[in-house]
């Protein structure tokens, strides 16, 4: 089956059409600065590598929707020759709340709950909603499927999601650990389990994905089991602009000392902080890689504090799984990035984990395998959500809506 995965943001929609059969995508394609009157859109295809650029005035969502799909279709420049051809569209939702513990056909109960969800998610789930609609307007004979970020973590035990807060905040407002990258993690996993040719039911797992967002997670028998992002992706590891964990009672005071509101102190936690504001250079890796090599104090404490932060995490993770059979590293930093990947895994030969360093430089570029020379096993995991929103759309494009196969 071919696949659109559709992946919303504020002013960008990301998108491939995935062969579930070949388990590849055909295209891969970015809109960016949608509504600013000059929006680009850039695709790729994997076949001949054939690149286009162009700019447009794409007003919102559904105008960007649509020139995605007539560049699709194109019969030069596309990936298929109608758009009878894409058997379903996955489309990924950052927050499922405890309302989906699983992917979902889409409908108007559907919709309507991932609605009521905005409060928990109010930066990211307008902006999915928007990418559906557009989306269903233009392909609305066509099977749509809705993958949650946080679906994956909903296996989490009490003891790993809830926070040590007066209950009733919970009962009355829903506050917890939720997790995010779910389909990410997900894809960790069940790699780690091919490469490794072991039964993934079997295996104590840590997944890192490391890109602009970062987050851990324990996987026990294919599930998780904790993980580092919380109520909202602003906890937990160090980010390229996020602050990653904090002591609540520091933003209260810097409130108070500062004189900011709630919607400064948002932004100063979520676009100021992190690889950023420690640097106060770039929340690039790459960046912050080069200034560190020329000297930079400011760089070099940044990577120390990101890649600590990262350690402390593999360390907890094992204790919690009582030992970890792999490591996997995802994500743009993760899978290409192999100097952090060593420091990640800096004073872990007590858990097994030492690494080769010349199967781990070779790793980068998209590149997949093992690097390491202990007894535990760790990885680079090319970055694999895309396709995992494509084969729940395929597998749920199966069933018709009342629930039998179709």
């Known amino acids: 089956m071919k696949v659109l995965v559709v992946n919303s943001g504020s002013s960008s929609v990301k998108y491939q059409v995935v062969d579930t059969v070949a388990r590849a995508p055909l295209v891969v394609g970015l809109v960016e600065r949608i509504g600013a009157g000059g929006a680009v859109l850039t695709q790729q295809r994997r076949d001949d590598g054939a690149r286009i650029r162009s700019t447009a005035p794409l007003l919102d969502h559904r105008d960007a929707i649509e020139a995605i799909l007539d560049l699709i279709a194109d019969p030069e420049r596309g990936a298929v020759e109608s758009l009878d051809e894409i058997g379903a569209v996955g489309h990924r939702v950052v927050h499922g709340g405890e309302a989906f513990t699983e992917s979902a056909r889409i409908d108007p109960h559907v919709l309507d709950r991932i609605r009521e969800l905005i409060a928990l998610a109010p930066l990211h789930n307008p902006h999915n909603l928007a990418g559906i609609g557009a989306a269903l307007a233009r392909l609305p004979d066509v ?46 996993a069940s790699r780690l389990a091919d490469l490794l040719g072991r039964p993934l039911e079997e295996l104590r797992l840590i997944s890192i994905h490391l890109g602009n967002g970062a987050s851990a997670c324990a996987v026990a028998k294919g599930r998780s089991i904790d993980t580092s992002m919380g109520f909202t992706p602003l906890d937990g590891l160090v980010m390229g602009t ?10 209260l005071h810097v409130m108070g000392r500062e004189e900011i ?11 100021h902080s992190g690889l950023q504001g420690l640097s106060g250079i770039s929340s690039d890796m790459r960046d912050l890689l080069e200034e560190e090599a020329e000297g930079s104090k400011r760089a070099a404490l940044a990577l120390d504090v990101y890649t600590y932060r990262v350690r402390k995490y593999i360390g ?30 800096e004073g872990l030969r007590f858990l097994g984990l030492e690494i080769d360093p010349e199967a781990n430089e070779r790793l980068t570029g998209g590149e997949e395998g093992f690097f390491h020379a202990g007894a535990t096993a760790a990885a680079a995991i090319r970055t694999g959500e895309e396709l995992v929103i494509a084969l729940e759309a395929e597998r749920l494009a199966a069933v018709d809506p009342s629930g039998s196969p179709g």
């Open 242 to 251: 996020r602050s990653g964990d904090l002591d609540a009672a520091a933003v």
């Open 143 to 188: 099977p749509h499927v809705a993958v949650f970020d946080t679906a994956f973590h909903t296996s989490m035990p009490p003891r790993a999601f809830h926070y040590a807060l007066p209950y009733v905040l919970y009962e009355r407002h829903r506050i917890r650990r939720y997790g995010f990258h779910g389909t990410s993690h997900q894809h960790v």
């Open 316 to 345: 907890a993770y094992a204790a919690v799984l009582e030992g970890v059979d792999a490591v996997g590293f995802t994500g743009g930093i993760g899978q290409n990035a192999p100097g952090i990947r060593a420091r990640c895994l």
């Open 261 to 271: 509101g709630i919607a400064d102190a948002t932004a100063l936690l979520n676009k």
